[in-house]
């Protein structure tokens, strides 16, 4: 099968969601909420224009706090903490609506992307919980950043590559 770029498409109408559970390679599943987020240390983050894959605007994400992703699994409890398998390690990040994007740790944890990925806590002067597209990840860094925008975060799947 021929598989196009030009087939894709962004997240469209989104159901927010109101919390994310956190499974696979834990001790023990987690889900997180917006009460539980909204609680932890949030930064500000620089507006982001957010492009396609082409690079083409498709709009500008302003007025923004979030909370580092990797300082969201700094309290969660993994099945193996011996380093040699943490770079086996992988996220999968589910949208409400099925979009996926991936992370391998080393990339949160080992360099300088985890320091501009984040679970947006507000947006555009509105807090999470009033926030039309909740839960928003965003990796602030990426050169076409609708590509890992995820609208209506619901599930991080930590995984083991094989």
């Not at 469209?12 to 559970?21: A, G, M, Q, R, T």
């Not at 599943?29 to 930064?43: G, R």
């Not at 979009?99 to 944890?109: A, M």
Request: with cysteine; aromatic share 6%.
């Amino acid at each position: 099968a021929v598989f196009s770029f030009l087939s894709l498409s962004a997240q469209k109408d989104i159901v927010p969601s109101s919390s994310v559970v956190i499974s696979g390679q834990v001790a023990s599943e987690i889900t997180i909420s917006l009460e539980d987020l909204a609680a932890m240390p949030a930064v500000r983050i620089k507006d982001v224009t957010i492009t396609n894959h082409l690079g083409e605007k498709r709009g500008k994400a302003r007025k923004m706090k979030g909370v580092l992703l990797k300082n969201v699994f700094s309290q969660i409890t993994l099945t193996s903490k011996m380093p040699k398998d943490l770079s086996e390690l992988y996220l999968v990040c589910v949208a409400s609506d099925g979009y996926r994007v991936v992370f391998s740790w080393n990339e949160l944890f080992n360099s300088d992307t985890g320091h501009h990925t984040f679970i947006v806590v507000e947006k555009d002067g509105k807090k999470l919980a009033d926030m039309p597209d909740r839960i928003l990840l965003l990796t602030a860094s990426d050169h076409m950043t609708g590509r890992r925008f995820v609208k209506g975060l619901s599930r991080i799947e930590v995984r083991r590559a094989e």
